[in-house]
């Protein structure tokens, strides 16, 4: 004979210690992605000026340092370098390291010369591979040099800094190029003070 009753399987309880554990996990997960990908800085130099002041806050990208840790300077750098839309460019302003230990406070600088490019000043002037740049950030300071003015070709991870200030900025005129591992990444947004919020490509 067949029974009409079916039947009935517990049902687990439902814990909220054990939602309260992976909704922990899943912040601290997404926190330490956000930390790898993204990071915010306080400026604390006049280098770039008008671009930047002491006291603005901004918020960093690290998505093309690594891209360019990863590329740049191999094999694939080709193919990663400039076509690659995680690759650092011209113009963009980043953050760095001027030393490879990473013992002094990170620098923010503007992207004037990528790898393999060959770097020259003359009476003022930055060229880029033999071509005169428009630089209207500099707002028509003359780029001095102190140093040697070039021509200098940089290796093939590595990249050439510059402030806007250009008349009070220690830069690669003065340490010469920066290695890609050095780089932070490039700034995408001013968020401090709330005023002068700005986005950067």
């Given at each position: 004979?067949?029974?009409?009753?079916?039947?009935?399987?517990?049902?687990?309880?439902?814990?909220?210690?054990?939602?309260?554990?992976?909704?922990?996990?899943?912040?601290?997960?997404?926190?330490?992605?956000?930390?790898?990908l993204i990071g915010r800085f306080e400026?604390?130099?006049?280098?770039?000026?008008?671009?930047?002041?002491?006291?603005?806050?901004?918020?960093?990208?690290?998505?093309?340092?690594?891209?360019?840790?990863?590329?740049?300077?191999?094999?694939?750098?080709?193919?990663?370098?400039?076509?690659?839309?995680?690759?650092?460019?011209?113009?963009?302003?980043?953050?760095?390291?001027?030393?490879?230990?990473?013992?002094?406070?990170?620098?923010?600088?503007?992207?004037?010369?990528?790898?393999?490019?060959?770097?020259?000043?003359?009476?003022?002037?930055?060229?880029?591979?033999?071509?005169?740049?428009?630089?209207?950030?500099?707002?028509?300071?003359?780029?001095?040099?102190?140093?040697?003015?070039?021509?200098?070709?940089?290796?093939?991870?590595?990249?050439?800094?510059?402030?806007?200030?250009?008349?009070?900025?220690?830069?690669?005129?003065?340490?010469?190029?920066?290695?890609?591992?050095?780089?932070?990444?490039?700034?995408?947004?001013?968020?401090?003070?709330?005023?002068?919020?700005?986005l950067f490509p």
């Amino acid at each position: 004979m067949v029974s009409d009753t079916t039947e009935q399987r517990p049902t687990r309880r439902h814990s909220p210690l054990r939602d309260i554990f992976w909704t922990g996990v899943q912040a601290l997960t997404l926190f330490l992605i956000l930390s790898a990908l993204i990071g915010r800085f306080e400026i604390h130099q006049i280098s770039m000026e008008p671009t930047f002041h002491e006291g603005q806050r901004v918020v960093v990208s690290k998505i093309d340092s690594i891209w360019s840790n990863l590329f740049v300077g191999t094999a694939h750098a080709a193919e990663a370098h400039p076509a690659s839309p995680f690759a650092l460019h011209r113009g963009q302003i980043v953050v760095f390291y001027r030393t490879p230990d990473r013992s002094e406070d990170a620098l923010i600088k503007r992207v004037i010369g990528l790898p393999g490019d060959t770097i020259e000043i003359r009476s003022g002037q930055v060229y880029v591979n033999g071509a005169a740049i428009d630089e209207p950030y500099v707002h028509g300071v003359a780029t001095s040099c102190n140093a040697e003015c070039g021509p200098i070709t940089l290796d093939a991870d590595s990249y050439f800094m510059m402030g806007d200030n250009r008349a009070n900025s220690m830069d690669s005129r003065v340490f010469g190029p920066i290695p890609a591992g050095q780089v932070i990444g490039h700034v995408v947004l001013r968020y401090w003070p709330f005023n002068q919020i700005e986005l950067f490509p």
